[in-house]
T-cell receptor, first 113, second 116 residues
Framework: GDSVTQMEGPVTLSEEAFLTINCTYT??????LFWYVQYPGEGLQLLLK?????DKGSNKGFEATYRKETTSFHLEKGSVQVSDSAVYFC????????????FGKGTRLHILP | GAGVSQTPSNKVTEKGKYVELRCDPI?????LYWYRQSLGQGPEFLIY????????DSGLPNDRFFAVRPEGSVSTLKIQRTERGDSAVYLC??????????????FGPGTRLTVT
């Protein structure tokens, strides 16, 4: 079945460092890809999404590009802030499977001032 | 506007008891999903409703779990004979589903269930 694999955390960086969180997926169809974020004490929020190959999703300085050839959707940010500390989930969904979301295990990010 | 709400926010129950978890989706959203998030894991799909009917319940772990959505809006997840392994955060999400490209799901804050 479909699945998502993302790098294990925790990831600890200094403020203003460059961030990459790797994500790869396995899918038989043509899924949409997502990054969700869970800030401490808050609910799950959609950070960005891409619905087809070569699309780039972006939000709050974060970017991810849907790479069909490498089945990847890596999350990047050029300069992280302390407020970016959270758990990040890579995920996919497929319209042919009722859009139920399949999540990765999450990557905890700590940003040090 | 109002988002997805879930009640209670926390529920502590004894092993063997019955619990009900409630989800109020965004008004007008026809699709409703339940997920379960265990500690240190990503959310896992449980069940999906389109309107009043359960279109896909393949994620329910066993027959102790059941969910309803009788009027196509509020949904209740019911767990019988709770076990310690049921302890998790139960998330509800809704979506306008059916509109092209409108497959984004909006998540509620979750109900943290602890079975002692």
């Amino acid at each position: 079945g479909d699945s998502v694999t993302q790098m294990e955390g925790p990831v600890t960086l200094s403020e203003e460092a460059f961030l990459t969180i790797n994500c790869t997926y396995t899918a038989t169809g043509y899924p949409s890809l997502f990054w969700y974020v869970q800030y401490p004490g808050e609910g799950l929020q959609l950070l960005l999404k891409a619905t087809k190959a070569d699309d780039k999703g972006s939000n709050k300085g974060f970017e991810a590009t849907y790479r069909k050839e490498t089945t990847s959707f890596h999350l990047e940010k050029g300069s992280v802030q302390v407020s970016d500390s959270a758990v990040y989930f890579c995920a996919l969904s497929d319209e042919s499977r009722d859009d139920k979301i399949i999540f990765g295990k999450g990557t905890r990010l700590h940003i040090l001032p | 506007g109002a988002g997805v709400s879930q009640t209670p926010s926390n529920k502590v129950t004894e092993k063997g008891k019955y619990v009900e978890l409630r989800c109020d989706p965004i008004s007008g959203h026809t699709a409703l999903y339940w997920y379960r998030q265990s500690l240190g894991q990503g959310p896992e799909f449980l069940i999906y409703f389109q309107g009043t009917g359960a279109a896909d319940d393949s994620g329910l772990p066993n027959d102790r779990f059941f969910a309803v959505r009788p009027e196509g809006s509020v949904s209740t997840l019911k767990i019988q004979r709770t076990e310690r392994g049921d302890s998790a955060v139960y998330l509800c999400a809704s979506s306008p589903h059916g509109l092209a490209g409108a497959n984004e799901q909006y998540f509620g804050p979750g109900t943290r269930l602890t079975v002692t």
